[in-house]
């Protein structure tokens, strides 16, 4: 009888362990979730407080473009008039109906450190929309979008050893295509995807 109360003790003791132990995992694991839970919510708190997160807001800088690059200096008297749109590019429409797109300041803070540029291809007629390429960073990647109708005419070739223009000069020599516009320029900026400076400047602070 001493023999077999040994053994029903021992196996008590063992399933009692047993218990304590599962009992104890499942502690831990609702004490760790909950931890990660607020570490995660005190990162989107400070996110949403960080200075610049709501970054671009009413500065003249974000809208205008590089006065030394060559999209400015393609035609003496610099571009006709510079039109954005919701994905946020933008699109400095030239003298000759022909278009240079790129990306605003804000999708280039967006995206972080660029480290590859897919540019389109010369000769290429794309229509309002379609794909034209596409950024990588270190963060993600990001489709570029057509705004206007034509035909790519000239792409920014330094972008594919230097993807790092995006980042440094997204608003001038960080241009991805040259599109020659199927409509006159006049007719084409009066599209209502396009949208001018301040409307722009609306979107982003709806942001």
Do not use: C
């Not at 570490?39 to 996110?47: E, P």
């Not at 003298?95 to 240079?100: E, G, H, K, L, N």
């Not at 794309?126 to 005419?153: L, Q």
């Amino acid at each position: 009888m001493s023999k077999k109360k040994d053994i029903n003790q021992l196996v008590g003791n063992f399933i009692s362990k047993m218990f304590r132990n599962l009992i104890n995992a499942r502690i831990s694991t609702r004490v760790g979730s909950q931890l990660a839970k607020n570490a995660i919510g005190a990162r989107i708190n400070a996110a949403k407080v960080a200075p610049g997160v709501s970054f671009m807001r009413f500065n003249s800088s974000n809208f205008k473009l590089n006065t030394d690059s060559f999209v400015h200096k393609y035609k003496e008297e610099g571009p006709k008039f510079i039109k954005f749109t919701e994905e946020h590019e933008w699109v400095a429409f030239q003298r000759d109906d022909s278009v240079f797109v790129g990306i605003t300041q804000y999708a280039s803070e967006a995206l972080g450190e660029a480290t590859f540029v897919e540019l389109p291809e010369v000769g290429e007629t794309v229509e309002v929309g379609e794909s034209i390429g596409s950024v990588e960073s270190v963060k993600s990647a990001s489709e570029i979008y057509s705004p206007v109708a034509g035909e790519i005419v000239a792409v920014n070739e330094e972008l594919e050893s230097r993807p790092q223009l995006i980042n440094d000069d997204p608003m001038g020599n960080a241009w991805i295509a040259q599109i020659k516009l199927n409509e006159p320029a006049e007719v084409v900026e009066t599209q209502e995807s396009l949208l001018n400076e301040t409307q722009y400047e609306e979107l982003l602070d709806s942001n």
